[in-house]
């Protein structure tokens, strides 16, 4: 189970821990370093960049703010009336990532591009709260790849799917258009999205061992110190960004060591007996969508 958030201010880090056993000691599922605030200001270009596409997506920001579930559903058919345990299943997933994401948001404290800028000047209210992670990434990323999961267990049984499947890329990519919908508003930096991405495919892969039982959970690193470029899904799936050379990184190398790790030896995730039940329910739905 989920145990705690704790915070390092010496290394401006955070831990999201996990006890296998309510007697066990806590084991870290994600640490997360921040950006230093010239990071944060580098990505003010890009910020500024996404705001040409504001006319266009506007429509969309504005239903993003109460409602990402839908888009997300309409890959997997995911309808209230139609799939309710599945709908319960994956707003259970996104209120318990609310919960982390929250935590994590307020230990790192990363202010808002309008506090960088006044020309950013953002299309909607900017939220009182830090901003990294981005909690639109984390949310969708992590709903994304539970439904992901449910539909491959549903097709086949499978323990996860091919990242070239078009049902999986689909849900990427709606995924990634939120999280980057609210860079478009002015309120997050592309590096939010990229860390909450991180924060949420891990998570996805607790909430499915949690239910399931299967699949592999592995400990995923960000460190954001030196962080340079946009914000892609596909970047983060291969953890292909680099810090920028001569930045420090975690061992102070300053090489150019990657800003995303991901942990060799999967970590021991038991099964919920009780999350089992409302997985079952959803995957017989799931099946009758899916055949």
């Known amino acids: ?42 990505q003010l270009e ?24 839908s888009f997300l559903g309409s890959v997997g058919f995911l309808n209230p009336e139609r799939s309710p345990r599945s709908f319960e299943l994956l707003s259970l997933v996104q209120q318990v990532t ?15 591009p309008v506090e960088y800028s006044p020309q ?25 790849f539970v439904l992901y ?9 499978a323990d996860s799917g091919d990242e070239s499947d078009p049902t999986f890329v689909q849900l990427m990519r709606h995924a990634e258009r939120i999280a980057i919908n609210r860079t478009v508003a002015g ?8 860390a909450g991405m991180v924060l949420g495919r891990t998570l996805a892969e607790f909430y499915i ?5 299967k699949g592999e959970v592995r400990t995923r690193s960000f ?42 030896t999967p970590l021991n995730i038991p099964v919920s007996p009780l999350l089992k039940h409302l997985w079952d329910a959803a995957l017989a739905e799931c099946r009758l969508i899916v055949t």
């Open 209 to 213: 061992a949690r239910f399931s039982g």
């Open 46 to 69: 890009l910020v500024n960049g996404y705001a040409a596409l504001r006319m266009e997506r506007s429509s969309e920001i504005a239903a993003e703010m109460y409602d990402i579930l």
């Open 223 to 264: 460190d954001g110190r030196g962080f340079e470029g946009d914000f892609a899904y596909d970047d983060v799936l291969a953890m292909s960004y680099r810090r920028a050379s001569g930045d420090n990184d975690a061992a102070g190398t300053g090489t150019g060591d990657r800003i995303i790790q991901r942990a060799n």
């Open 120 to 144: 950013i000047q953002p299309m909607i209210l900017t939220p009182a709260h830090g901003s990294l992670p981005s909690g639109h990434a984390t949310e969708s990323f992590a709903a994304a």
């Open 1 to 42: 189970m989920l145990s705690g958030i704790l915070y390092d201010a010496a290394s401006n880090s955070v831990s999201v821990e996990y006890r296998d056993r309510s007697d066990a000691s806590p084991s870290p599922l994600v640490h997360m370093i921040r950006p230093t605030e010239t990071d944060f200001a580098k």
């Open 149 to 157: 999961a449910l539909i491959c267990q549903a097709r086949s049984g």
């Open 187 to 194: 309120v997050h930096f592309p590096v939010d999205s990229v």
């Open 98 to 112: 609310i919960v982390v994401e929250m935590r994590v948001k307020h230990a790192l404290v990363c202010r808002r």
